[in-house]
């Protein structure tokens, strides 16, 4: 006969191993899904604990990592059904069906490309990666390698993410606008912090029932507001402004 188990049985209590840098200082405008935006940069910076080169031997035999975090910028309480962004926020479905970042135990699994490992930093090692969904100072809980022969199932079912093609979103960015955002960003790599920018904003960050036209968004990125407006699926830049 089995045994009637108790929560209580199996609580942990879990710590940081490291916290993510990222271009974004707040949740609006990231990424719903790690790898969308395939050439967003981040930082994995480990806690002093763990600022320990041994503890990454044999990382640089890996292209990605699965990153365990913790949805830190989230109030309010989960529900056990939700309404996906994907399904565009009319339909619900189960919150253990969905990726919602409200979830009984508040964490999240994303899957990153290691850009780099540099040991000889004042916080090294710290990991640089690609194409993550987390936002300036998320706590990481736990760090692993992906595994292409276990983690990989290129013909699965996805359920209701099947039902809806995702298109990207055409973005106007006048070059005048986009001039004043590389002298902010990045005047050193004006190609990549262009590039991350269209590539997030063609996700269309806003929220899916929102359908006003004239309504200007704010999203910050890289230390500048970027404001915007979304209309017919096109995302128009409208004004950067220094954050």
Known sequence: ????????????????????????????????????????????????????????????????????????????????????????????????????????????????????????????PVIKVLGADLMDGTPIYDIKPYVRYTDSHPEAVSGFTDEQEWNEAEVVFPERLREMFVRIASPERPDLAVETLVGTLAQRPVPQYQHDAEKIYGMPFMGCDIRFRVASGIVEVVDIVRS
């Open 1 to 124: 006969m089995s045994r009637n188990f108790k929560p209580e049985d199996f609580s942990v209590t879990v710590s940081p191993v490291a916290y993510f840098r990222s271009p974004f200082p707040s949740k609006f405008g990231v990424p719903r899904q790690s790898g969308v935006v395939s050439n967003l940069p981040g930082e994995v910076v480990f806690v002093p604990e763990f600022r320990r080169q041994e503890a990454l031997n044999g990382l640089e035999g890996f292209d990605f990592l699965w990153l365990i975090w913790g949805f830190s910028g989230n109030a309010g309480n989960w529900k056990m059904t939700v309404r996906p962004p994907r399904l565009g926020g009319n339909r619900s479905v189960g919150v253990f069906a969905s990726r919602s970042p409200f979830r009984p135990n508040g964490l999240g699994l994303s899957s990153v490309r290691i850009s780099s490992v540099e040991l000889d930093v004042p916080e090294g």
